[in-house]
């Protein structure tokens, strides 16, 4: 049963699953998370104010609108607002409308995010401040689906797609932090590698002919690319072809070596590693998790 705290300023009781409140005598309230990690959906127009101690915290509006307030500065967060909590950092939900928004909630305790960021996009996240970003339609298509692979998950595989779920959200972040990663404050030359770097097949990218195309030395591009993107072009391209994988898993009925092969991973066995390094489970068993692989 979730546990209960008290919301002393406003005199209502708010549910603190999968957390518990400590102590007893401070304002905002303490949250400490008591799961590595967690995911819930819940319909919601009011949460008190409050601080995680020891977690990581990823809100994400897939129905309706709230007003969303962290660290006394409050947004209208509509469908596709995404916002990341640090440990430390206060927040806390008003109402926006009359009927309650939908939102999705992913909790990750410090030291496990922090291995996760490491790990697979080389960023320390320790002095990362609370921040949000706004999904699009492609993107909340991507967050429909993991929610599914989730809810429909055995108790083999929950935590592996939560982990796969949490470890997309934080790719999301990190690529497109408003402050230091947003396109609008990348330098046209970057600008314009990207958008040839997305357009391109996957399967015929080659990264000596992609340090060309930007006009610098390899070197000194690397040293470019990780200062606006926070990871080498290598991570960056994974992340593409993972992601790829991803939607050719859920989508259609292709065999996984043609699914490897179609986003660049011409080793079976290293796109299995990749996949489940990054998403927790193996290429198989992420496919198991939707409709049109099990009808």
Not at 100 to 108: D, E
Not at 253 to 262: C, W
Request: overall charge positive.
């Amino acid at each position: 049963m979730a546990k209960k705290g008290t919301d002393r300023k406003n005199k209502k009781t708010v549910e603190l699953f999968p957390c518990v409140y400590m102590p007893e005598n401070t304002w905002p309230y303490v949250l400490h998370a008591i799961k590595e990690l967690t995911f819930k959906i819940e319909n919601t127009s009011w949460c008190g104010e409050h601080i995680h101690d020891n977690y990581f915290e990823i809100i994400i509006v897939v129905k309706g609108k709230l007003h969303s307030v962290i660290n006394e500065t409050t947004e209208t967060a509509g469908i596709g607002y995404a916002a990341l909590i640090v440990p430390g950092d206060t927040h806390f939900f008003l109402p926006a409308e009359d009927k309650k928004a939908r939102i999705i909630n992913l909790t990750c305790q410090t030291q496990t995010a922090e291995k996760i960021a490491n790990d697979l996009f080389g960023r320390n996240i320790t002095d990362t401040k609370s921040f949000s970003i706004t999904l699009n339609e492609k993107q909340m298509k991507l967050i429909d689906m993991f929610s599914l692979s989730v809810l429909s998950a055995n108790e083999d595989t929950i935590d592996g797609l939560t982990t796969s779920f949490f470890s997309h959200m934080l790719g999301l972040f990190f690529t497109f932090k408003k402050n230091d990663f947003s396109m609008e404050n990348f330098p046209e030359w970057l600008k314009d590698f990207i958008n040839k770097v997305n357009s391109l097949e996957l399967q015929e990218i080659n990264m000596s002919e992609l340090y060309k195309i930007s006009g610098y030395s390899q070197s000194r591009f690397s040293v470019l690319f990780r200062k606006y993107m926070g990871m080498s072009l290598l991570q960056y391209i994974n992340n593409l072809r993972l992601e790829y994988a991803c939607s050719m898993l859920s989508k259609t009925n292709h065999k996984i070596i043609y699914i490897s092969n179609k986003v660049g991973f011409p080793s079976i066995s290293r796109f299995n590693t990749q996949f489940k390094k990054k998403y927790g489970v193996t290429p198989v068993e992420y496919r198991k998790q939707f409709p049109i692989n099990n009808s």
